[in-house]
């Protein structure tokens, strides 16, 4: 026999093997557990969980609240709780099927457990615990109450068994345990509280002013608790259950039950099956865990939570907080007062917002509030309602993904100009050879024009609009949108935070609200149309003098003072890939269509000479601000420059190099010049003021390879570069980081961009472009060509034959930072290669990618295709971790993928 005696602090202490134990716990909230043999066990002082084990044990929990757990039927057999006192606890863990009949007999049917009055040897009062094959004794005049799942607490009342008839019992003068048994009975309990068990039968509980526990036990019971903090329990059948005053616990546990809170905070957890739950005037917290439940929040800030299944959630008049859990929910706002500051933590796909029983007096509004009352608008982070027409929202729905809580819900109306709205996924669409409109939706969506004077519409969202030729419209609406408009005259709607490009032809940017945002190619002939907007005046370059809605034009931006503050509220800034400054000048005087402008200077048929004065304090090439036009330009034209400030006199130099130290060299072709116009490209100009040699070349024709390494300094022309190459292999490296323009001709030609977003165009060889980083464009023209897109939003195009698209795993990321593939043919060859990804970096060495189709990621290391969208993850969120675009593309077969 083993002895175990422990301090007066918490421990866990354990008897040997099969021994007769003596374990003493001492003071703390120990752990005694006895394992085989007919062990003692004795708590001593504080809270203690005693675990007797095998045979017959004799345990004491001594002072405090304790904890009896047996585990299997054998560990009950034969045990005795010599001082059982009300505050102790028994868990019967294996008994959670286990029927509880009190004080009758077994009926013969098994799986029961029944608890009798007995008196022990010594004539003390005691209590029986039976199951078919155990026995366990409970000394001291005490009973039993089940609490749910083989727990039974300990209480010192009397208690007042019923017969199998329908019968009234109570109410009594203590806090007595009403024990109605059989039959359709009424249980009412006194002033004092106590316990009201239904057991069989479809009965009536009646709580009193005291901290009540009613248990309906089997059948369709009511159980009304009154006054106090009151435990209501349901257990079997439709029950229905009712607080009343005071803070209750109420369970319906199995059935389909109605469960009813009070003037407290009340907490209501249904069970199983499809159970009602209605919140009272408190601060209540409703669950309906299993089934699909109808939960509605009172008057308080609830908490409410479906649990499984399909539930229908309703707030009530305070700010709530909702949550639907597993299955399709439906979140019902009926009246205005139900929608106050309101939160939905886990909106997902399946799930709904239902605002349709106010449709009488509320409507949809557009991507704004445009000034009628009652304008449900759909924003980022939910739903907002204008009540008045002031365009401010008055009352809010605050709706998040579980998965990314910090990111904004797409939500968009089952049907358009409905008040019902569903989780929607982004739209991929392409368009025809002919005139599209094609529509978005509220997610982060990518819109593709093609051919055609096409009209594309992102709505809500982080969209990608691409225009492709023609004369297109692009009106991306709420989000940071990347507009492209691609070639042709477009008209681009520009909206707050939006990233634009023209692309080619010339194009307007159109701007209805006061927001700021970035024109990335804005050229020559293009506009800023700002007369949607109304109270703005022009005022050029001039300060601003605290007058409401003027505009200035400062270096490559517009900036606008809206309320006449003298400070800007907005800015649109602009960059002109040719390497100028612009001056904007107003189409018409007050019109607020403001056109890019410079000089032109044109040559004729004979020798022309041109004289310019220059500021040497420019950081680029100007004439009063704005860049200047040599175009038909022939060989043997002049080009002078006058200094200002003693720079230095400028020197001419022809296609023999250059030498000297002048600040400023001039190179002109001495070849016939071909095309309209050229911005800068028969001027060669380098200057760098903290210098006083530079070096320009003028390599006219050669042959063979050919190594040209382009460094500007930066505080000098930091713009456009061009090289033309005019056929064999050649390798151009541009170490400048600024926005290059590479052209290859007939050969094997390597481009590569660096930094700057580049254009690199390819010919008719096996060229290989590298657009380095930025957000670059890439054709590889004719042949077999390999893309590497590299860091930035890249357009990538392989042309004809079968074209090798290269990607590491920082070249592309996801929605307006991905990569776009605009002409992926699988029969023409094309092969998208990412062998350089690894699908799982924490395993050493590379892992290949999973090919699952269209289907979502289960795992992480898979790759999928769908919508035009190929999409990578590999960190286990189940969240793509890379994309790109494919612009035409339907279906992409594995077979042409390098995974």
Do not use: C
Request: aromatic content about 6%; glycine content about 18%; overall charge negative.
């Amino acid at each position: 026999m083993a002895t175990v005696v422990g301090g007066s602090s918490a421990e866990t202490l354990g008897g040997v093997g099969s021994e007769f134990d003596v374990i003493f716990g001492q003071g703390g909230a120990d752990t005694l557990t006895g394992g085989a043999g007919q062990d003692t066990l004795a708590g001593g002082d504080g809270d203690d969980l005693i675990i007797g084990g095998p045979e017959a044990d004799r345990l004491s929990g001594g002072n405090g609240n304790d904890i009896f757990r047996f585990a299997t039927v054998i560990d009950l057999a034969g045990d005795v709780i010599g001082d059982a006192r009300p505050g102790d606890r028994l868990e019967l863990t294996f008994a959670s099927d286990l029927t509880f009949i009190g004080s009758a007999a077994f009926s013969g049917a098994g799986s029961e457990l029944r608890a009798e009055k007995i008196t022990l040897n010594n004539g003390s009062a005691g209590l029986r615990l039976q199951t078919g094959d155990a026995t366990l004794t409970l000394a001291g005049g005490v009973y039993i109450v089940p609490i749910g799942a083989g727990a039974f607490d300990v209480v010192d009342n009397q208690v007042i068994n019923g017969t199998n008839a329908g019968e009234t019992l109570g109410p009594t003068s203590g806090a007595d345990t009403l024990q109605a048994l059989g039959g359709d009975d009424v249980v009412r309990l006194g002033l004092a509280g106590g316990a009201a068990l239904g057991m069989d039968g479809a009965d009536t509980l009646i709580g009193g002013n005291g901290a009540d526990y009613l248990n309906g036990g089997n059948g369709d019971d009511v159980a009304t608790g009154g006054d106090g903090y009151d435990t209501l329990l349901g257990l079997d059948g439709a029950d229905s259950l009712s607080g009343g005053a005071g803070g209750d616990s109420i369970n319906g546990y199995a059935g389909a039950d109605t469960l009813l809170g009070g003037s407290e905070n009340d907490n209501l957890s249904g069970g199983s099956e499809n159970d009602l739950l209605i919140g009272g005037s408190g601060r209540d917290t409703l669950g309906g865990n299993g089934g699909n439940d109808t939960l509605i929040a009172g008057d308080g800030a609830s908490s409410v939570s479906g649990g499984e299944g399909d539930d229908r959630i309703q707030s009530g008049s305070g700010t709530d907080t909702l949550a639907g859990g597993a299955g399709n929910d439906r979140f019902v706002f009926a009246t205005l007062d139900s929608v106050y500051s309101d939160r939905i933590v886990d909106f997902s796909q399946g799930d709904l917002v239902d605002l349709s029983a106010m449709s009488a007096f509320l409507r949809l509004a557009p991507d704004h509030f445009t000034g009628i009352a009652g304008e449900v608008l759909v924003t980022p982070g939910g739903i907002e309602i204008d009540m008045d027409g002031d365009r401010i929202a008055d009352r809010s729905i605050r709706i998040q993904d579980p998965n990314d809580p910090a990111s904004h819900v797409p939500l968009e109306p089952i049907t358009a100009g409905n008040l019902v709205f569903r989780y929607g996924v982004p739209l991929y669409l392409s368009g025809t050879a002919g005139d599209d409109q094609i529509r978005g939706s509220n997610f982060d969506d990518s819109l593709s024009g093609l051919e055609g004077n096409d009209t594309l519409l992102g709505g809500l969202g982080a969209d990608s609009l691409f225009g492709g030729t023609g004369s297109d419209k692009l009106v991306g609406g709420s989000g940071a949108d990347l507009l492209r408009g691609g070639s042709g005259r477009d008209v681009i709607v520009v909206g707050s935070d939006d990233e634009v490009y023209g692309d080619g032809g010339i194009d307007r940017f159109i701007f209805d609200q006061v927001v700021s945002a970035f024109i990335a190619d804005f050229n020559y002939g293009d506009r800023i149309d700002l007369s949607a907007i109304g109270g703005l005046v022009f005022i050029g370059t001039n300060e601003f003098t605290n007058s409401p809605g003027q505009v200035r034009q400062g270096h490559e931006y517009i900036n606008i003072d809206y309320d006449g503050d003298g400070q800007a509220d907005a800015s649109i800034y602009y960059r002109d890939d040719e390497g100028a400054a612009l001056t904007l000048v107003e189409t018409s005087p007050g019109s607020l269509i403001l056109e890019a402008s410079r000089p032109v200077f044109a040559g004729s048929a004979g020798l022309d000479r041109f004289t310019v004065a220059v500021n040497p304090g420019l950081t680029s090439y100007a004439v009063n601000g704005n860049a200047v036009v040599f175009r038909d330009l022939a060989a043997g034209d002049v080009i002078t420059l006058n200094f200002s400030g003693g720079v230095g006199t400028p020197t001419y130099r022809g296609s023999s190099g250059f030498s000297g130290n002048d600040p400023w060299q001039i190179v002109l072709r001495e070849q016939t010049w071909v095309g309209e116009t050229y911005v800068l490209k028969g001027l060669s100009i380098n200057w760098d003021s903290s210098k006083t040699t530079d070096t320009l070349l003028d390599l006219g024709n050669f042959n063979g390879g050919l190594l040209v390494n382009i460094v500007s300094s930066s505080d000098g022309l930091q713009h456009a570069v061009t090289l033309t190459a005019t056929g064999g292999a050649h390798r151009r490296v541009f170490g400048d980081g600024t926005d290059n323009l590479l052209l290859a001709r007939a050969g094997g030609d390597t481009l590569l961009g660096v930094a700057g977003a580049d254009t690199l165009l390819g010919a008719s060889g096996a060229d290989l472009l590298n657009g380095g980083m930025g957000n670059d464009m890439l054709s590889g023209g004719g042949g077999n060509d390999t893309l590497i897109g590299r860091a930035g939003a890249d357009t990538l195009t392989g042309g004809q034959g079968p074209d090798l698209f290269f990607f590491n795993d920082a070249d592309s990321r996801r929605g307006s930072n991905r990569d776009v593939i605009s002409d992926f043919d699988a029969h023409d060859g094309d092969i998208i290669d990412l062998s350089s990804i690894d699908a799982d970096p924490v395993t050493a060495g590379r892992q290949s990618f999973a090919f699952i189709g269209e289907a979502r990621f289960s795992d992480s290391g898979q790759a999928r295709y769908s919508g035009g969208v190929l999409q990578l993850e590999w960190t286990g969120d189940g969240r793509p971790d890379f994309e790109i675009l494919f612009i035409g593309t339907p279906a992409l077969p594995e077979a042409h993928l390098v995974l």
